[in-house]
């Protein structure tokens, strides 16, 4: 889908159009708990289901190598497991979240469709950790995509990662 949306960008037929590459900076690391939580209540998630993913989410110890030795334990402050096979589902409700207020900015019109996209509604395509963002390329679409983006990462903790953009 993302390779025929893209068709003939280098076109100077094409109008004007926008793809942004976003990539995450250490996405599972930087979800915040708190927020994941707070999410999965307002999705009227089962409160002891809600409970279990508490438990295993906050209760990682970690450990630093220094001079050869280890460190004591300490909590970890943020984050998913990496290998925890839930991670990856908790990890989208964390994006449903993205999905949902990129949807309200562009019902308030403050992100302009792509032209290819508009008749199917499409505003991005997540893979992973990385994000295409479809808008028309104007000024002020591209401005609410990182109004956008900085008022995710207060909320999530998922911040874009520039050096990769």
């Not at 209760?59 to 990496?82: H, I, Q």
């Not at 839930?86 to 207020?101: D, G, K, N």
């Amino acid at each position: 889908m993302a390779t025929k949306l893209v068709k003939d960008y280098h076109k100077a037929t094409v109008s004007s159009i926008c793809v942004l590459k976003i990539d995450l900076m250490k996405a599972f690391d930087s979800v915040d708990w708190k927020f994941l939580l707070k999410v999965m209540m307002a999705m009227n998630i089962s409160l002891n289901f809600i409970k279990l993913v508490e438990a295993c989410v906050t209760t990682p110890m970690l450990s630093v190598a220094f001079n050869g030795g280890l460190c004591s334990y300490f909590p970890a402050g943020k984050g998913l497991r990496r290998g925890d096979p839930l991670s990856p589902y908790l990890f989208t409700i964390a994006m449903e979240v993205f999905s949902c207020m990129l949807a309200r900015y562009v019902s308030q019109d403050c992100i302009p469709y792509h032209p290819r996209c508009k008749g199917l509604g499409i505003t991005h395509l997540c893979f992973a950790d990385d994000l295409l963002v479809f808008s028309n390329g104007s000024i002020r679409a591209v401005a609410g995509i990182k109004r956008l983006l900085d008022r995710f990462y207060h909320v999530s903790g998922l911040k874009c990662n520039m050096a990769k953009c």
